[in-house]
């Protein structure tokens, strides 16, 4: 018997995470020691507070039956934090809750387009944004974001047949993987562009909690009229640490919210339940412990960025985001065979700016996922490999 898969099978390759991890395990198989800092998985603890609020929720019985909706808790803790963090004000049915920003990124298009309705998503970007609009069969038509156009896309530039075709436009700032943020604005012109051309923006905010050098995380819900067009995704994954509890929350336009979960309801029971009851609990919380930990990742931020200057290697600080970016060195011209060299050399494995699009050839990302005295070290081994001209 011969089985087909489906022609979709063939744009997704064994994710460079995989291959990645392939490599590391390769590496330690040889006895070399591994500076992993590739994958953005955070080495921090959720709050004890959080975890508590799981594990008493957890020895309830009642709480092992289908979730079905959100809690009204978990709503109210959402319009709290929006309110008191960005000042913005959301009513119940501008709230739900999704299994992660990728989870709902990766779901979002199959309630807006039709297909062969043009999705527009960054270059370079973090994969799900194109992946999740091929999944709906949309047209995805990258926007070039460039360093001469302080990594901002170029909206009056944009072809005008291409516009009218366009359903929706994903955006991210502070952007992964080239660790950017955008001012206000751009989102000042932004939303105006969006109405006046029909285009619904879908915002993925992941790291408005970690923004370095006094630079303050927003949301694009407090621009005027963004109501009307836009929506957000904030997720609890990278503020809280509570990556494997997969909880993210799509916020803004009430009809787009209403749509999405009713095609989400087609799919899955609700959250379960001490998972929300977690996300309550951090919601609730202290902001001190957020703030904390973002001035620890910009500790890491300045170890690496300055520690490669300092070495030859020059790159810019990031903005935001628990990553750093940055051109491969002189001498390079291929980032994917420069990261397997550099691991084989020095063990400190990064990703190459390739997996993030075409535009993101010949960079590398930094994860900042290891304590500052580790980056030092990892810095000494490139220093000492004779890597860097």
């Given at each position: 018997m011969?089985i087909q898969?489906?022609?979709?099978?063939?744009?997704?390759?064994?994710?460079?995470?995989?291959?990645?991890?392939?490599k590391?395990?390769?590496?330690?198989k040889?006895?070399?020691?591994?500076?992993?800092?590739?994958v953005?998985?955070?080495?921090?603890?959720?709050?004890?507070?959080?975890?508590?609020?799981?594990?008493?929720?957890?020895?309830?019985?009642?709480?092992?039956?289908?979730?079905l909706?959100?809690?009204?808790?978990?709503?109210?803790?959402v319009?709290e934090?929006?309110?008191?963090?960005y000042?913005?004000?959301?009513e119940k049915?501008?709230?739900?809750?999704v299994?992660?920003?990728?989870?709902g990124?990766?779901?979002?298009?199959?309630?807006l387009c039709?297909?062969?309705?043009?999705?527009?998503v960054?270059?370079?970007?973090?994969?799900?944004?194109?992946?999740?609009?091929?999944?709906a069969?949309?047209?995805?038509?990258?926007?070039?974001l460039?360093?001469?156009?302080?990594?901002?896309?170029?909206?009056?530039?944009m072809?005008e047949?291409?516009?009218?075709?366009?359903k929706?436009?994903?955006?991210?700032?502070?952007?992964?993987p080239?660790?950017?943020?955008?001012?206000?604005?751009?989102?000042?012109r932004l939303?105006?562009?969006a109405?006046?051309?029909?285009?619904?923006?879908?915002h993925?905010?992941?790291?408005?909690?970690?923004?370095?050098?006094?630079r303050?995380?927003k949301?694009?819900?407090?621009?005027?009229?963004?109501?009307?067009?836009?929506?957000?995704?904030?997720s609890?994954?990278?503020?809280?640490?509570?990556?494997?509890?997969?909880v993210?929350?799509?916020?803004?336009?009430?009809?787009i919210v209403?749509?999405?979960?009713r095609?989400?309801?087609?799919?899955?029971?609700g959250?379960?339940?001490p998972?929300?009851?977690?996300?309550?609990?951090?919601?609730?919380?202290?902001d001190?412990?957020v703030?904390?930990?973002?001035?620890?990742?910009?500790?890491?931020?300045d170890?690496l960025?300055?520690?490669?200057?300092?070495?030859?290697?020059?790159?810019?600080?990031?903005?935001?985001t628990m990553?750093?970016w940055a051109?491969?060195?002189?001498?390079?011209?291929d980032?994917?065979?420069?990261?397997m060299?550099?691991?084989?050399k020095?063990g400190?494995?990064?990703?190459?700016?390739?997996?993030?699009?075409s535009l993101g050839?010949?960079?590398?990302?930094?994860?900042l996922?290891?304590?500052?005295?580790?980056?030092?070290?990892a810095?000494?081994?490139?220093?000492q490999?004779g890597?860097i001209?």
């Amino acid at each position: 018997m011969s089985i087909q898969f489906a022609d979709r099978m063939k744009d997704y390759e064994a994710g460079i995470f995989q291959v990645l991890n392939d490599k590391k395990a390769e590496a330690e198989k040889l006895g070399k020691k591994i500076y992993n800092l590739s994958v953005g998985t955070p080495d921090f603890p959720p709050a004890q507070h959080v975890i508590s609020a799981v594990v008493e929720a957890a020895k309830k019985p009642e709480n092992y039956k289908y979730a079905l909706i959100d809690i009204p808790e978990l709503v109210e803790a959402v319009q709290e934090r929006y309110k008191n963090r960005y000042g913005v004000s959301l009513e119940k049915d501008e709230i739900m809750s999704v299994y992660g920003s990728q989870e709902g990124i990766s779901h979002i298009c199959l309630s807006l387009c039709n297909p062969g309705d043009v999705v527009l998503v960054p270059n370079p970007g973090y994969p799900i944004f194109g992946i999740g609009p091929s999944l709906a069969n949309a047209e995805v038509v990258t926007y070039d974001l460039t360093e001469e156009n302080h990594y901002l896309p170029d909206l009056e530039g944009m072809d005008e047949d291409l516009l009218a075709r366009a359903k929706c436009m994903i955006v991210s700032y502070p952007l992964n993987p080239v660790c950017k943020t955008a001012p206000d604005e751009f989102y000042e012109r932004l939303i105006p562009w969006a109405l006046k051309h029909n285009i619904i923006i879908v915002h993925d905010n992941a790291y408005s909690d970690i923004i370095y050098d006094g630079r303050e995380g927003k949301s694009i819900l407090r621009i005027p009229d963004a109501k009307k067009i836009a929506v957000e995704f904030y997720s609890l994954s990278k503020s809280y640490n509570y990556t494997g509890a997969r909880v993210s929350f799509l916020t803004g336009n009430k009809d787009i919210v209403t749509n999405f979960k009713r095609l989400r309801s087609q799919i899955d029971y609700g959250t379960y339940l001490p998972v929300q009851y977690g996300a309550v609990a951090a919601l609730n919380g202290s902001d001190q412990m957020v703030k904390d930990q973002c001035a620890e990742y910009q500790r890491r931020r300045d170890a690496l960025c300055a520690g490669l200057r300092n070495i030859g290697w020059n790159m810019e600080d990031s903005e935001g985001t628990m990553f750093a970016w940055a051109r491969i060195p002189d001498g390079y011209d291929d980032d994917v065979a420069f990261v397997m060299e550099l691991v084989e050399k020095t063990g400190v494995l990064c990703t190459p700016g390739s997996s993030f699009g075409s535009l993101g050839s010949g960079h590398v990302r930094f994860a900042l996922t290891v304590p500052v005295e580790v980056i030092k070290e990892a810095i000494d081994m490139i220093a000492q490999s004779g890597m860097i001209k």
